[in-house]
């Protein structure tokens, strides 16, 4: 499994001392398992005759056992102690995560996805295309944003790595997506090919981004630099941790999921992912939702370019 060096180091906030190791409690999905690092996991075959019959005859309670303790692979997790963020140790290679996400939501995906994982076919379907999860997600990112910022004359919107734009809040403004893929955009929105044709923006928008990337604060300072002067950062990310879960993980009386999700964000985690991008806290907030498949807490985080 290749992996990227600095490993004491936090990812979100650059802290390099009070990283709290928590050891091997980081449960690796089957899916990011098979795509990132083409492992999978299995009961090894005897070349022994007499042990492939006894394996026969065993295999009825084996698959019942399996139902309450499947084998599993895991990885060191860090908790920075100046932020709250949750990592893996050793950060993963970008070309191993591109894997994961080289046909991200398509059919091919869902169809391996569910092969690995067969609990996952119930919301395949749903996940980032249901139209609950769309009004709720547009809704809430409007009021939060019109709470808590101007919208004046000339307004631009760019949504960093948006897909087709289709989560842009209802703000009337000029929009652009920056997506490296062949999406269409939606109806209104203007697609940009290429990082040099990138100006700088009103409002630049990061949802739902920062859990998947190697190295969110690195990202979050090249996006910051396309926010103009006065302009605005809008970060959404999910906490799939709650303070009480992140303490038990601290104790060491619980694991954290690695999945299409590698980073684990609280409130903290993303209001010093921000401040160390150099950008002033707006507002922030931590919001129950529902969102058709499933319901979570999204965090919504307002940083301000003030020169």
Not at 85 to 107: G, M, S
Request: aromatic share 8%.
């Amino acid at each position: 499994m290749t992996m990227n060096s600095g490993a004491n180091r936090c990812r979100n906030c650059g802290e390099t001392v009070r990283l709290r190791e928590l050891g091997f409690v980081g449960q690796v999905a089957p899916f990011f398992l098979k795509r990132v690092f083409g492992v999978k996991l299995g009961a090894v075959r005897s070349t022994s005759q007499w042990k492939q019959m006894v394996r026969k005859v065993a295999a009825l309670p084996q698959a019942l056992l399996d139902r309450v303790s499947q084998p599993a692979a895991f990885v060191e997790i860090q908790l920075c102690e100046a932020c709250s963020f949750v990592q893996a140790k050793r950060p993963f290679h970008e070309e191993d995560i591109t894997r994961l996400y080289v046909d991200y939501r398509e059919e091919s995906y869902n169809r391996e996805r569910i092969e690995m994982e067969p609990s996952y076919a119930v919301k395949a379907a749903e996940v980032g295309h249901s139209s609950v999860e769309l009004e709720t997600r547009i809704t809430a990112a409007t009021r939060f944003l019109t709470e808590n910022m101007p919208v004046g004359e000339d307004f631009s919107i760019l949504d960093f790595g948006g897909s087709d734009g289709k989560f842009m809040p209802r703000i009337e403004a000029k929009k652009f997506v920056f997506e490296i893929s062949n999406v269409q955009p939606i109806e209104g929105v203007t697609r940009i090919h290429s990082e040099a044709e990138l100006g700088t923006y009103s409002l630049v928008q990061l949802a739902h981004v920062v859990e998947h990337v190697v190295e969110p604060l690195g990202l979050v300072k090249h996006v910051a630099a396309k926010v103009a002067p006065g302009g605005y950062l809008y970060v959404e990310t999910p906490q799939e941790l709650t303070d009480a879960e992140r303490e038990e993980l601290k104790q060491g009386r619980r694991t954290v999921g690695i999945h299409e999700h590698i980073n684990s964000y609280c409130v903290e985690a993303v209001t010093k992912l921000i401040e160390q991008a150099g950008l002033t806290m707006v507002a922030v907030e931590a919001k129950p939702v529902d969102v058709g498949w499933a319901k979570a807490v999204h965090i919504r985080a307002l940083g301000q370019n003030i020169q």
